[in-house]
T-cell receptor
Framework: SQQGEEDPQALSIQEGENATMNCSYKTSINNLQWYRQNSGRGLVHLILIRSNEREKHSGRLRVTLDTSKKSSSLLITASRAADTASYFCATDAGETSGSRLTFGEGTQLTVNP | SAVISQKPSRDICQRGTSLTIQCQVDSQVTMMFWYRQQPGQSLTLIATANQGSEATYESGFVIDKFPISRPNLTFSTLTVSNMSPEDSSIYLC????WGQGYNEQFFGPGTRLTVL
């Protein structure tokens, strides 16, 4: 079963605006990873944030993690039409759980030109 | 990151037949995983493919339906057996990174399966 929940399920914005997606989870984690999927293709790894980290940046991406609230957010700044995709968070509870990833339900982001 | 390829990229199959999906990685990796993504849904782990031993299956998935091979550290196959339309999904293999990227998991491009 999926332990992650993401909101919103769908987000539509204009090019240049910022997009924020949220992810909540239920159990303790070793790390949390964000992925992008374009139109039912393979997943592209965006960023990993460890449980002892609170914020991480990569280019136009900013990820935060609040382990007390069991939640994470992904911010895409200055969005582009090419950012249109589904975004998934996935939690890794560590080697004791076999390093398996548990995925959230995903957010469908549409960036309108 | 690893370069992962899958074959076939897509297929349309008849009910009752079987399809074997191949996953090839450009480096030796310890941990490989197989996921399923049903239409419009998120990813669900099918099994962890262990080199030299039987795969470890998640709840709801059984070896008779999804036999897996892992003959070496760069290759794995997943077979979808006795298919029904409910098996129509994207099947993705993934690998766990190494070195500084040890905790990261990377995915292949997926195999889109349609069962008629």
């Amino acid at each position: 079963s999926q332990q992650g929940e993401e909101d919103p399920q769908a987000l539509s914005i204009q090019e240049g605006e910022n997009a924020t997606m949220n992810c909540s989870y239920k159990t303790s984690i070793n790390n949390l990873q964000w992925y992008r999927q374009n139109s039912g293709r393979g997943l592209v790894h965006l960023i990993l944030i460890r449980s002892n980290e609170r914020e991480k940046h990569s280019g136009r991406l900013r990820v935060t993690l609040d382990t007390s609230k069991k939640s994470s957010s992904l911010l895409i700044t200055a969005s582009r039409a090419a950012d249109t995709a589904s975004y998934f968070c996935a939690t890794d509870a560590g080697e004791t759980s076999g390093s398996r990833l548990t995925f959230g339900e995903g957010t469908q982001l549409t960036v309108n030109p | 990151s690893a370069v992962i390829s899958q074959k076939p990229s897509r297929d349309i199959c008849q009910r009752g037949t079987s399809l074997t999906i191949q996953c090839q990685v450009d480096s030796q990796v310890t941990m490989m995983f197989w996921y399923r993504q049903q239409p419009g849904q998120s990813l669900t782990l099918i099994a962890t493919a262990n080199q030299g031993s039987e795969a470890t299956y998640e709840s709801g998935f059984v070896i008779d339906k999804f036999p897996i091979s892992r003959p070496n550290l760069t290759f794995s196959t997943l077979t979808v057996s006795n298919m029904s339309p409910e098996d129509s999904s994207i099947y993705l293999c993934s690998v766990r990174g190494w070195g500084q990227g040890y905790n990261e998991q990377f995915f292949g491009p997926g195999t889109r399966l349609t069962v008629l």
